[in-house]
């Protein structure tokens, strides 16, 4: 791709962040959400999740905190908070809690506390997600790995998933 090209991405991607930022300072717009899937469709993942499972049992520290993440929202989904928050918790303990893995793991940890009626510790865990995922986009996001780690789209994920937090516990 010509450099224009590059250029031409990096303005589309900041202004549409910046639109964003003004609808959601307004309280107006409409916003993008994932909705949560349903049961049948969590049933499907089982197998993805069983192999994810066997990879953090063999090990693999690079992988962690991305595929504990997954699995903490794969579980807390299917309502099982108990080993969200366990993974959660794993993430967090692994290299990669400052990226994109690690917000993910603090908003799932946030909303597996509150339905686990743990709330003081939900509003602290959530507070951290939204001063870690705020830090990211102060930063600037672009195309390339972000400096805290992770993609643009990763740190995007991570405030949606935060948005559905403030909803259920604020």
């Not at 899937?37 to 905190?65: I, K, M, N, Q, V």
């Not at 990226?99 to 597996?112: D, E, H, N, Q, Y």
């Not at 001063?131 to 789209?153: P, R, V």
Request: glycine share 10%; proline share 5%; hydrophobic share 45%.
């Amino acid at each position: 791709p010509l450099p224009v090209e590059g250029w031409n991405a990096q303005i589309s991607l900041m202004t549409g962040m910046a639109a964003a930022e003004l609808m959601l300072a307004g309280d107006i717009g409409l916003r993008r959400t994932v909705p949560p899937a349903d049961s049948e469709r969590l049933e499907s993942l089982r197998p993805a999740a069983e192999a994810a499972e066997r990879e953090l049992a063999g090990g693999s520290p690079e992988g962690e905190p991305w595929i504990s993440s997954a699995l903490a929202l794969l579980e807390y989904r299917r309502g099982d908070d108990l080993k969200a928050a366990a993974f959660c918790t794993r993430c967090l303990s692994s290299r990669g809690a400052n990226g994109p893995p690690g917000a993910l793991a603090r908003v799932v940890l946030a909303l597996a506390s509150w339905r686990l009626e743990r709330h003081e510790q939900g509003l602290v865990t959530l507070k951290q997600a939204d001063e870690q995922i705020s830090l990211a986009f102060n930063k600037g996001l672009g195309l390339s790995l972000h400096s805290l780690g992770g993609y643009w789209f990763d740190w995007v994920l991570a405030r949606m998933l935060l948005r559905e937090g403030q909803e259920q516990v604020l």
